[in-house]
């Protein structure tokens, strides 16, 4: 059975411990546009304040695999304000664009349904980079691969629940199989219409051939930064001209990739991700 994330945002209090615990369970770098070195002082100090919201971290990224929305709706007369909260990452989509464009099959549903990144075989086209209909997957300088949520993929698969559920201290996020997850998710919407949430929705039942972490939001989905009816490429026929380039390239990329592993003058750290 697949397995997967609800999120229900009616709940979330933007507390940020989902963000450290998926820091901490993946061993992920501070995301480096995020921090500077300062003479005299020993440690990097964050500078990335945007001075016109809490929320710091701006935006996914390929060591930040896990952000938490801060949407401030407030009027200029102050009243009737509201702050609106999700902890967003990867979808884990059921078509997956970013699978369906690499041209080296890097990237790969498991058995239970999540997407990784086989780090073994990523040669760092960034095609998923674009693809991605949610911004999600994002090319590293560092290992020169693509990088992004596994679902906790050594986990799962060791029967533990996702970093970030077991961290969320309201329940916000629910792991577990997809099914079970929709029908308290269906649950939790009717609750929230009975109590008047008219704009209360669910977000990802049919999105990309369906969401594997989906979610219960209190607004529009624009409002949250999701398009409503994602564009999701397909992978193309090997016989387009266009194809055979780009993997012609790929395989160069591969081939300098693997020299640079086998002389070793890839940073150390590189890691397989599917382990995180």
């Known amino acids: 059975m697949p397995k997967g994330m609800f999120v229900d945002t009616s709940i979330c209090t933007g507390c940020k411990a989902c963000q450290v615990a998926c820091k901490e369970w993946n061993g992920l770098d501070p995301e480096p546009e995020h921090f500077r070195k300062v003479p005299g002082t020993p440690y990097p100090v964050a500078f990335n304040f945007t001075g016109n919201s809490y929320d710091n971290t701006g935006k996914l990224s390929a060591s930040d695999w896990r952000h938490v929305l801060f949407i401030e709706q407030i009027n200029y007369r102050r009243v009737g304000s509201r702050w609106l909260f999700m902890s967003d990452s990867c979808k884990h989509c059921t078509d997956a664009a970013c699978l369906n464009v690499c041209p080296v099959s890097a990237i790969e549903h498991t058995d239970m349904g999540n997407v990784i990144v086989r780090q073994d075989k990523c040669v760092g086209t960034k095609l998923c980079n674009k693809a991605c209909p949610y911004g999600v997957i994002k090319f590293s300088e560092k290992t020169r691969t693509s990088h992004k949520c596994t679902l ?20 916000s996020i629910s792991f577990g199989e997809v099914a079970d997850l929709k029908a308290r998710a269906d649950a939790r919407l009717a609750r929230l219409r009975s109590l008047g949430e008219a704009k209360a929705n669910l977000y990802g039942y049919s999105q990309a ?26 992978r193309r026929q090997v016989s387009s001209l266009g194809t055979k380039i780009s993997t012609l390239l790929a395989g160069i990329g591969a081939l300098v990739t693997l020299r640079r592993r086998a002389s070793g003058s890839v940073p150390e750290g590189e890691r397989r991700e599917t382990n995180g």
């Not at 369906?210 to 490429?233: A, I």
């Open 152 to 171: 906790c993929n050594d986990r799962i698969h060791n029967g533990l629940g996702t970093a970030c559920a077991k961290a969320c201290p309201t329940g």
């Open 209 to 234: 051939g369906g969401l594997k972490v989906f979610y219960l939001l209190m607004d529009k989905p624009e409002v949250y930064g999701l398009p409503e009816n994602p564009v999701v490429p397909q």
